[in-house]
């Protein structure tokens, strides 16, 4: 149906339409089941602006609901059911439904799943929309280039909040310009695990248009100012829309040869044509129909050979938004951090951190940062050789030597210049000297101006903020499953349990944090564990007798963070958090 419809709206000249500020509907509509629902007017398009509540087909053959987990997992033929089986929330629906296919036989033919004269948009007809808002400035910066609509595409209410200038969860109030009203309903599957994920995160949309095997979505992000264009399993339930068929848009306002109106003159029955100008325009349509097929098969060809191919392995492709696939720490899934880079492909570089200064040490090392929540982390070890005011931290190569250290030292992992620092825990404290050792007064700051290291309780604070905003690597709230999402995307052993940092690791490091696998060395000198661990110090001290300090480490094989309590001589990276 898709050369159909590019057909038609060749044969017309839609008359202009100017959209301004839109908050009402511009008319209302029936579907097969009864419910009414709101329809706007952008451009050449009518678009449903409440989310599809079908429980038939077109022709009343019932749509099954499906509450159980593993059934929908299986499913190869529509269905739906409210977000988490509560009908309180919204309908969700498998793309099988969307494409009408409700039995197994290749033979049957498909039904329609939305009401006469509407359909579910093609992903074409997704990309038309977002154009029309970008053009008449519905950019929450009121600007008409660049693609930052999803503001004006959201709802007022219902997002989780976020701290990004012109996300969706910022300011929620000025959601909603266009009158789309999307609502964050969160999603059913996707990857076809069976679960409820996202609620109050994302409203995503399903398309008709199937990429190869796979149907392309669309979807809003609490944390992004811009509409996502990506491709899903045909199992997820994810929320629909309507758009009205092409020959019925604005049909009244239709002129054709300037003067004799479309409105009594539509194309009445192509399929089967009894009218001489449908035969006329039938003969028509097939001419084109080969034309448009060959051209469509080389343009598929060339974009399968160009951006098909997911080269750094992060689970995005060209096709589907990621801006560097030669990167895996950067696509569309990557939280956005200070650094100089457009991390998560929204268009924008450090988005959020405009009036923020990179920390600087001593030394002249600056560092990239992030905001978790109410906290600033540097998401880049630490790499100062002399405490704050300039006094030197002194290089420790030597086993025995490191051993029996009770004041501050450095060494290279392996005392190899080509790989990072590590600290024993007297240099974070800035014991510098046997007096400091015993008298705090007179230690050292080891941070740069403005920032320290972290505490224990910290570090706790943004384990929880991680897994509180769907960081885990299944999607869900709660239970400590982030250190993937920790990890950095390369350096680590590799796993094949299922969610850990050593498994996949292009899909590593959503959140940017970027711990790397330095290893450590241990309290006899000795290197430990490179490739294995990521460990990081506290500044809290764990026992009376000053023997251990609290630290945070990753392991390749686990897929949560630890915290234990290591002896201060070791040598583990460093981190800092802003004052």
Same mark, same amino acid.
């Given at each position: 149906m898709r050369k159909f419809t590019l057909v038609v709206l060749m044969l017309f000249t839609i008359q202009s339409y100017v959209q301004g500020e839109q908050l009402y509907a511009d008319g209302t509509a029936t579907d097969q089941d009864g419910n009414t629902f709101e329809w706007i007017n952008y451009g050449t398009q009518d678009w449903a602006i409440e989310n599809v509540e079908v429980v038939t087909y077109r022709d009343g053959t019932p749509i099954p609901q499906e509450t159980n987990q593993t059934e929908w997992e299986s499913l190869t033929t529509g269905a739906?059911? #409210? #977000?988490? %089986?509560?009908?309180?929330?919204?309908?969700?629906?498998n793309w099988y439904a969307v494409a009408g296919i409700h039995d197994n036989e290749d033979t049957t033919p498909n039904k329609e799943f939305a009401p006469q004269g509407w359909h579910v948009p093609s992903d074409a007809e997704w990309t038309t929309?977002?154009?029309?808002?970008? !053009?008449n400035s519905y950019n929450y910066d009121g600007s008409s280039t660049g693609y930052k609509t999803a503001k004006s595409m959201a709802s007022t209410t219902g997002w989780n909040s976020s701290t990004f200038l012109g996300a969706v969860g910022n300011e929620q109030s000025l959601n909603n310009s266009s009158g789309f009203n999307a609502f964050p309903d969160g999603y059913f599957g996707h990857g076809d695990d069976g679960s409820f994920n996202n609620d109050g995160y994302v409203a995503i949309f399903w398309s008709s248009t199937e990429n190869? +095997? +796979?149907?392309y979505a669309r979807y809003l992000d609490r944390n992004n100012n811009y509409l996502y264009r990506n491709y899903s399993t045909k199992v997820d339930g994810f929320s629909v829309r309507f758009v009205r068929d092409a020959s019925s848009v604005g049909a009244a306002g239709i002129l054709l040869n300037g003067t004799i109106s479309a409105e009594n003159n539509q194309i009445k029955n192509v399929a089967d044509p009894t009218d001489a100008q449908d035969a006329v325009t039938l003969a028509y349509i097939n001419q084109l129909e080969s034309s448009i097929d060959n051209l469509q098969d080389q343009i598929d060809e060339l974009r399968n050979l160009q951006n098909w191919e997911d080269n750094d392995q992060d689970g995005f492709s060209a096709l589907s938004g990621d801006c560097d696939d030669t990167n895996a720490s950067i696509n569309p899934n990557i939280y956005e951090v200070a650094d100089g880079i457009d991390n998560n492909c929204d268009g924008f570089v450090d988005e959020g951190y405009e009036a923020l200064d990179y920390p600087e040490d001593i030394d002249g090392n600056t560092y990239d940062f992030a905001i978790y929540g109410g906290q600033h982390w540097t998401v880049e070890n630490a790499e100062m050789v002399t405490y704050r005011d300039g006094t030197p931290i002194p290089e420790v190569t030597d086993n025995a030597e490191w051993a029996n250290l009770t004041t501050?030292?450095?060494? #290279? #992992?392996?005392n190899d210049e080509t790989k990072p620092r590590l600290y024993n825990w007297y240099a974070v404290m800035g014991i510098h000297d046997p007096a400091s050792f015993s008298n705090p007064s007179l230690r050292k700051e080891f941070a740069p101006e403005g920032w320290h290291v972290p505490t224990d309780a910290e570090w706790t604070t943004l384990e929880n903020h991680l897994i509180a905003n769907g960081y885990n690597y299944d999607g869900t709230p709660t239970g400590n499953k982030i250190a993937k999402a920790m990890a950095s995307t390369t350096g680590w052993n590799t796993s094949t349990e299922t969610g850990v940092a050593g498994n996949?690791?292009? +899909? %590593?490091?959503?959140? %940017?944090?970027? !711990?790397f696998p330095e290893g450590g060395r241990a309290n006899n000198g000795s290197f430990y564990y490179e490739g294995n661990d990521a460990n990081f110090w506290s500044s809290t001290e764990f026992?009376? %007798?000053?023997?251990a300090a609290s630290s945070m480490y990753l392991q390749d094989d686990n897929n949560d963070v630890n915290f234990w309590y290591g002896g201060k001589p070791n040598g583990f990276s460093v981190r800092c958090v802003k004052d």
């Open positions: 739906w059911c #409210y #977000y988490s %089986n509560d009908p309180s929330k919204g309908k969700l629906y929309l977002e154009e029309h808002l970008v !053009a190869l +095997t +796979t149907p501050g030292a450095w060494c #290279y #992992y392996n996949d690791q292009g +899909t %590593n490091n959503s959140s %940017n944090f970027n !711990a026992s009376s %007798n000053n023997s």
